[in-house]
């Protein structure tokens, strides 16, 4: 299967280099380029997308926008978005993931991680890993903020399933929650899919964010 991707930046030049890198890999293609956020959620219905490479700071409708209306929409359920920065603690970027970006990257990627990182989202698995976004909320957050809005869905996990959005959030892969657990690999993914199901996120990048809001996880915390 190919993997149709996205480019969504008003930067030509930032386009061209990302088109160049992925239209030269085995399995993928570019199928649109967007200069705002409106044409990229126009453009990733009609071309079909998978991925769409979103850049947070765009004229007129932003990449933090886009995402929203993407992940809100229904007939665009299985796109997935990796948000673009150029700033390593953006507080745009965080807004991203809580809007249901599966990641983010900087827009100073090796060619390589580029594109593992679009197989990566494509395959339904958080980008990079949920210690990097842990990583940036670290950093934005304070040890002394309050937990931010905690989703009422939050009541519906059972207490196993809170202690797996809390491992999650602390970085650990679901062999690691198994071990620490006393679980299967198997049913400690089963785990961390209810979870997701019952929340209402994408990946396991946003139940990092949730695990951040509900207060189950403190900025600074470490597994």
Do not use: F, K, Y
């Given at each position: 299967m190919t993997i149709r991707v996205l480019l969504a930046d008003d930067q030509t030049l930032i386009r061209a280099g990302f088109r160049l890198i992925i239209d030269l890999a085995d399995g993928m293609e570019v199928v649109g380029e967007a200069a705002d956020g409106g044409e990229a959620v126009e453009l990733a219905r009609s071309e079909r997308a998978d991925v769409v490479l979103m850049d947070i700071r765009m004229p007129r409708v932003d990449g933090v926008e886009a995402t929203r209306r993407i992940s809100a929409d229904p007939q665009l359920s299985g796109v997935k978005i990796v948000v673009l920065t150029t700033f390593d603690a953006d507080q745009n970027v965080l807004a991203a993931l809580r809007a249901g970006a599966s990641g983010f990257l900087s827009k100073d990627v090796e060619p390589e991680e580029l594109l593992r990182a679009i197989r990566v989202v494509t395959a339904g698995e958080a980008l990079l890993t949920p210690r990097a976004t842990k990583g940036l909320i670290d950093r934005l957050l304070s040890p002394d903020d309050q937990p931010l809005r905690v989703p009422p869905e939050l009541e519906l996990l059972t207490d196993r399933e809170r202690e797996v959005v809390r491992?999650?959030?602390?970085?650990?892969?679901?062999?690691?929650?198994?071990?620490?657990l006393v679980l299967s690999p198997l049913t400690a993914k089963t785990h961390v899919h209810r979870a997701m199901t019952k929340l209402g996120v994408r990946d396991r990048a946003q139940l990092v964010v949730i695990g951040y809001q509900s207060g189950l996880v403190r900025p600074g915390e470490r597994a």
């Open positions: 491992l999650v959030t602390l970085g650990r892969s679901n062999e690691d929650i198994a071990a620490l």
